[in-house]
């Protein structure tokens, strides 16, 4: 977060107390919210034992609540038995089998709807089909699809057999995706010929074609869903339709009961070091997360059409689209493409049309819909919607300030909600009918969510009004459980840093005298670009293979609509290149990371210089970087600097 917005999120002083209409009909009200912190800060496994009874469906009721024998590998209902897919289908078929489980709207205005039952017969039929080809339970599928029904339905269709799938965005690039197949050593890869964004075909077959043909040896077969037809190679022997395959398909497919620490999904984020890491979770304590948080945060209701826009390739589209709202019995939204296509009035055109009562987006996603004028927003009637939310990074309140304002109307409740990929669901938010909001701040932990803020040394912090690491200090059920195939990685990356006694979750925050949080940012070398994780050094290492490239350092500068953007020193090989030479290469470097990683790690701004500032012991100094990054006056002290000189140069002023 730039210095700008934390002053002005340190000096916000206005509050908004839940609005008495949406009070008196939520699912938690001040009073009952206070029952439940009680009761978890009375016995904490009690607490979630009585709600994983009460809100999943096991096949083997569990006896065991947490197993800590081998903290910080923690377990959760270790000798309960349970299918995900169950919980989300099956369970609701007798009461709502007719009730709408995902209205789909794609970019060029087709739509679909899956009732419950329509749903379960399709995830059922995909389940047999996965069957049919090899796939086992315990086996990795890759899916790497279009934000269509599709995607919903394989991840589903992989935990009603005990497979681990594993989602990969589909902006990232062959490059991305092949590591990332072949560390889960998946044998099947489910795609889509294509998908539609922005007007134009994201070719996945053919980005997933140069993934396999440049490794991913464990890959048997691939299951091509046909979404945009616009012609793709087929590889014999390889490559299967899935509409070929499903024609055919059963609609029965009991569930494969699998232990409730059976690894439901892989998940690969950004760390501050190395490739990106494949986060394990599992069936029974991740779905019980992403149950409750559905009940709690967004306040679920039978009647309600819940539209959450982030993508499946993401832990939110993890949660709060496949599994959270459906384990409840909801109606979820997905919508196939841009925001602003056909116009900026997209979204809201969505929510009208559909009727969606729950809306929940990125700050980037606000924040640029903010700037096309609220115009668009006052040309649809948006009277169903009756609760905001807001997820991925820091909400600034002049953006939160536009949501309550032009969106909400002035009396929708705005849920900020902090978690991340590691911690499977939402962990500090607040409870819309029951917590006074303040623009800016996530407020304060859910029931049975024991945060702390410390020390550099570890040491809690007490006193309110106070700034610090965000650490967590009690196992909760949603957790990760390791990094697949390294768990050294997992202990040191989360627990390391202060003796394995808290889950370090890598942001800083300031605690208000309320008891509120403000997450103020990373404290490492992870940037939020547009709400998506990025490692510094992944971005660096895709410079560096460029064969032009001799050293890269990579930082984050504020930016107005993404929150940040990538910024790269870039020392060439050879001379410093210059005027046109420098603007060619820079733009062939950004579709060289692009290549290696995704659009979405694409430099806004490449600096040539003939150095990196270093201190005498080779130590690149990245706060100087970032300070001229943001084009601030340099006043630190750089007499420690090996070459004090290239200041100028990297501020582009030689
Ligand atoms: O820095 C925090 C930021 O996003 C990081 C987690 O990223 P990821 O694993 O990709 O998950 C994003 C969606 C859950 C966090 O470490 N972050 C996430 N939500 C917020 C946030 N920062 C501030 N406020 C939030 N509400």
Redesign the pocket.
């Known amino acids: 977060m730039s210095s700008d917005n934390i002053a002005s999120v340190l000096t916000e002083n206005r509050v908004f107390p839940p609005p008495a209409e949406f009070a008196a009909r939520a699912r938690l009200n001040a009073e009952k919210l206070a029952a439940l912190h009680a009761e978890a800060q009375a016995d904490h496994t009690g607490f979630w034992a009585g709600l994983a009874k009460k809100n999943l469906g096991w096949q083997t009721p569990f006896t065991q609540v947490l197993d800590d024998s081998a903290a910080p590998n923690y377990r959760w209902f270790t000798d309960g038995k349970l299918n995900a897919s169950a919980n989300c289908l099956d369970r609701h078929l007798l009461a709502r089998g007719d009730k709408i489980a995902i209205r789909f709207e794609g970019e060029k205005g087709d739509t679909r709807n899956y009732t419950y039952k329509q749903l379960h017969a399709e995830v059922c039929k995909l389940a047999n089909v996965l069957k049919a080809q090899g796939v086992n339970k315990g086996d990795r599928v890759v899916i790497y699809m279009p934000m269509a029904p599709e995607a919903v339905i394989a991840m589903q269709a992989c935990a009603r057999i005990g497979a681990i799938h594993s989602v990969v965005f589909g902006g990232f690039s062959a490059s991305s995706l092949k590591d990332r197949i072949e560390d889960t050593g998946a044998r099947l890869l489910i795609t889509a010929d294509g998908g539609h964004r922005a007007g134009n075909i994201v070719p996945l077959k053919k980005v997933a074609d140069e993934a396999l043909a440049a490794g991913c040896k464990t890959i048997g077969k691939v299951i091509v869903h046909q979404r945009t037809s616009h012609g793709v190679d087929m590889q014999a022997g390889r490559d299967l339709w899935w509409h070929e395959l499903m024609d055919t398909a059963s609609e029965r497919c009991e569930p494969e009961w699998v232990e409730s620490e059976h690894p439901l999904f892989l998940l690969y984020?950004s760390g501050s070091t190395g490739k990106p890491k494949g986060i394990q979770h599992s069936t029974g304590g991740y779905l019980l997360g992403a149950t409750m948080t559905t009940q709690w945060v967004f306040d679920i209701r039978d009647d309600d059409v819940f539209w959450c826009t982030?993508d499946v390739g993401?832990?939110?589209g993890h949660s709060y689209v496949a599994y959270g709202p459906l384990a409840n019995g909801a109606t979820i939204l997905m919508y196939e493409g841009a925001p602003t296509i056909p116009d900026a009035g997209r979204f809201w055109k969505i929510c009208q049309d559909h009727g969606v009562t729950i809306f929940y987006t990125a700050p980037t996603a606000i924040r640029a819909l903010m700037k096309l004028g609220e115009e668009w927003p006052n040309k649809y009637d948006l009277s169903k919607l009756r609760l905001l939310g807001?997820?991925?990074?820091?909400?600034n309140p002049e953006a939160w300030m536009w949501y309550h304002r032009v969106i909400g109307k002035e009396r929708l409740p705005i849920v900020?909600?902090?978690?991340?990929?590691?911690?499977g669901a939402?962990m500090?938010?607040p409870v819309p009918g029951a917590i006074t909001t303040k623009p800016g701040s996530?407020t304060k932990p859910l029931p049975g969510i024991c945060v702390e803020v410390v020390d550099e040394a570890g040491t809690p912090i007490r006193e309110q009004d106070a700034g610090g690491y965000l650490v967590v200090s009690k196992p909760w059920p949603s957790m990760l459980r390791t990094v697949w195939g390294d768990n050294e990685r997992y202990i040191k990356t989360y627990w390391g840093q202060f003796q394995n006694k808290y889950y370090v979750?890598?942001?800083s925050t300031h605690r208000d005298a309320d008891g509120c949080y403000w997450?103020m940012?990373?404290v490492d070398d992870?940037l939020?670009v547009s709400?998506?994780?990025l490692g510094t050094m992944e971005v660096e290492s895709a410079l560096v293979s460029h064969p032009r490239i001799a050293e890269a350092a990579v930082v984050g500068r504020p930016h107005e609509v993404k929150g940040e953007s990538v910024f790269a020193f870039v020392i060439a090989k050879g001379p410093r290149p210059t005027g046109e030479e420098a603007d060619k290469l820079a733009k062939e470097l950004r579709d060289h990371v692009a290549k290696e990683i995704g659009a979405l790690a694409k430099p806004d701004d490449i600096r040539f210089a003939d150095n990196l500032p270093k201190t005498r012991s080779g130590k690149i100094m990245r706060r100087l970087l970032r300070s001229i990054a943001k084009g601030e006056e340099i006043t630190q002290d750089t007499s420690t600097l090996e070459n004090p000189a290239i200041v100028a140069q990297l501020s582009g002023k030689a």
């Open positions: 984020t982030a993401w832990i939110t807001s997820v991925g990074e820091p909400i900020d909600t902090w978690w991340q990929t590691e911690t939402i500090i938010a996530c979750a890598g942001d997450i940012g990373r992870v939020n709400g998506h994780r």
